[in-house]
T-cell receptor, first 112, second 117 residues
Framework: GNSVTQMEGPVTLSEEAFLTINCTYT??????LFWYVQYPGEGLQLLLK?????DKGSNKGFEATYRKETTSFHLEKGSVQVSDSAVYFC???????????FGKGNQVVVIP | DAGVIQSPRHEVTEMGQEVTLRCKPI?????LFWYRQTMMRGLELLIY????????DSGMPEDRFSAKMPNASFSTLKIQPSEPRDSAVYFC???????????????FGPGTRLLVL
C-alpha cells in the first residue's frame, strides 16, 4: 500500500540556516505529493504540492521536487526564520484512494 | 470563507462520559475526514464521508467511536464511553474532490483537544 517515510527526530537550526527535510514514498501508480505544515495550536495547512514527476512545488520560500526515480519529495528552504518553527508533514494521495498517507512529521525549531 | 470549523476547541471530561465533537466543513466540499493526532501514533485517519455517506471507517478504533454526517454542513464524532487513552487532538478536514484528482487538497480545522481524566 501507499506509505510515506520522513527522517527521524526534530530539527533544530539557527535563523537563516538552510533547511532540508527528507521524505520518501512507496506507492502504486502516479501519486500526488504534499507537504503540510502545522503551527503550534493549529490544524494542518497545505504548504505545497506536486502532482506529477519532476514537478516542483513552491510556497513561502519552501520548495520540493517530485523525484520519481528516487521516490522522494524532500522539502527545502534556503534561509529559515523563527516563524518557520512548526511541524512539517509529508503526504501522498493517489487517485481512487481517498486516504492521504501522512508521514510522522518533523518538528522544526528555528533559534534566533 | 471561514474554513473548517470545529467545536469545542478544548474538552475535558471524566472517564465513562460521552463526548461529542462537531465539525462544519467548507461549503461545497464533498469529502469530510476525521483524524486523531497523538504523540505516540501520529496522525491517524478515523473515517471519511463522501456526500454525507461514510465510505471508509476502518480507522475507527472500536465500537465506542461513532461518526455521523446528517447533512452537507455538519458532522459529529462521538465517543461513548470515553477512556483516558482517547485523549488526543481530533481534526476534521474537508476536500472538494478525490485524492489524486485536480481538487484533492484537504483543508483542516483547528482541532479539538480532548482530555479524558
Amino acid at each position: 500500500g501507499n506509505s510515506v517515510t520522513q527522517m527521524e527526530g526534530p530539527v533544530t537550526l539557527s535563523e537563516e540556516a538552510f533547511l532540508t527535510i527528507n521524505c520518501t514514498y512507496t506507492a502504486t501508480g502516479y501519486p500526488s505529493l504534499f507537504w503540510y505544515v502545522q503551527y503550534p495550536g493549529e490544524g494542518l495547512q497545505l504548504l505545497l504540492k506536486a502532482t506529477k514527476a519532476d514537478d516542483k512545488g513552491s510556497n513561502k520560500g519552501f520548495e520540493a521536487t517530485y523525484r520519481k526515480e528516487t521516490t522522494s519529495f524532500h522539502l527545502e528552504k534556503g534561509s529559515v526564520q523563527v516563524s518557520d518553527s512548526a511541524v512539517y508533514f509529508c503526504a501522498l494521495g493517489s487517485y481512487g484512494n481517498n486516504r492521504l498517507a501522512f508521514g510522522k512529521g518533523n518538528q522544526v525549531v528555528v533559534i534566533p | 470563507d471561514a474554513g473548517v470549523i470545529q467545536s469545542p476547541r478544548h474538552e475535558v471530561t471524566e472517564m465513562g462520559q460521552e463526548v461529542t465533537l462537531r465539525c462544519k466543513p467548507i461549503s461545497g466540499h464533498d469529502y469530510l475526514f476525521w483524524y486523531r493526532q497523538t504523540m505516540m501514533r501520529g496522525l491517524e485517519l478515523l473515517i471519511y464521508f463522501n456526500n454525507n455517506v461514510p465510505i471508509d471507517d476502518s480507522g475507527m478504533p472500536e465500537d465506542r467511536f461513532s461518526a455521523k454526517m446528517p447533512n452537507a454542513s455538519f458532522s459529529t464524532l462521538k465517543i461513548q464511553p470515553s477512556e483516558p487513552r482517547d485523549s488526543a487532538v481530533y481534526f476534521c478536514a474537508s476536500s472538494p474532490g478525490l485524492a489524486g484528482g485536480p481538487q484533492e487538497t484537504q483543508y483542516f480545522g483547528p482541532g479539538t483537544r480532548l482530555l479524558v481524566l
